[in-house]
């Protein structure tokens, strides 16, 4: 059974971090890209981040430039997505996704607010 659960969101003052985290099983992660979501009610679903499956090729949203890490454990079998310098309108359910398989996590809510 195909399973990606994600973990780490919360709520975090302007300018603080977290660090997300989503664990696969279920396939093959290591040979697959995978990528980072976001959505906010009434909008799509936002691409934030991509990585490439062995050489780690990253690609981000330009809203997130410079501020947001994606990284992969090939032996954990986890996607991570750190965030720094988070912003308001950072404020969103965040999924975790593999794009060539179409799997999504079920979300984690990060809200960024003083």
């Known amino acids: 059974q195909v399973q990606l659960v994600e973990s780490g969101g919360g709520l975090v003052q302007p300018g603080g971090s977290l660090r997300l985290s989503c664990t696969a099983s279920g396939f093959s992660f290591s040979n697959h890209v995978m990528s980072w979501y976001r959505q906010t009610p009434g909008k799509e679903r936002e691409l934030v981040a991509t990585i490439s499956s062995v050489v780690g090729i990253t690609s981000y949203a330009d809203s997130v430039k410079g501020r947001f890490t994606i990284s992969r454990d090939n032996v954990k079998n986890t996607v991570y997505l750190q965030m720094n310098n988070l912003k308001p309108e950072d404020t969103a359910v965040y999924y975790c996704?593999?794009?060539?398989?179409?799997?999504w996590g079920q979300g984690t809510q990060v809200t960024v607010s003083s």
């Open positions: 996704h593999c794009p060539r398989r179409g799997y």
